[in-house]
């Protein structure tokens, strides 16, 4: 296969993890912005496993683009931008493990009481933490951005 073939299909991986994580972040911030109903925690499982999902895509097809692309490693590991994006994805990622938790949690509690419905201080705090994502996400293709330049 072109080197050049497989560069392209591990820039297309790449992006369309990124459509994927924030396509599905965007809902995540819509379905916690009013009260949380019963549908709305299965539908929050779901779609957070969808983050975990494009978030493992632009993982990989990153790995791949740096030891197989074509600018090779060494453009990538000595660049101060593209350490930075790393380092933002860490902190993405961190910040996706509260929501993913208490996620988790909300539907084990559902399963338990049909009537459960989460404290409104522990919708806000998720709110937090993906505002977080989001805030992390608009640096990364800062990074991304600069990494080229």
């Known amino acids: 296969m072109s080197p050049l073939f497989l560069d392209g299909l591990f820039a297309y991986g790449h992006f369309i ?17 009013d009260a949380i109903t019963p549908d709305r925690i ?26 197989y692309g074509l600018k090779g490693a ?3 590991l000595g660049n101060p931008a ?3 994006k790393m ?3 860490v902190l993405a990622a961190l910040a996706s493990m509260p929501p993913t938790i208490q996620f988790l949690k ?8 049909p009537a459960f419905r989460p404290a409104s201080n ?11 994502e ?10 991304a951005v600069l990494i080229t330049r």
């Open 106 to 113: 909300w539907r084990k509690a559902l399963a338990a009481d």
């Open 42 to 67: 299965l539908s929050l499982a779901r779609i957070d496993a969808g983050i975990g999902a494009g978030a493992m895509l632009i993982l990989a097809a990153g790995i791949c683009r740096v030891l």
């Open 87 to 89: 380092g933002l994805f």
């Open 74 to 76: 060494d453009f990538y």
């Open 122 to 132: 522990k919708v806000r705090a998720i709110r937090g933490h993906l505002f977080a």
């Open 17 to 33: 993890g990124i459509g994927l994580l924030v396509a599905f972040l965007a809902m995540e911030t819509a379905l916690t912005r």
């Open 134 to 143: 989001w805030g992390c996400l608009v640096l990364i293709a800062l990074a």
């Open 82 to 84: 593209f350490l930075a």
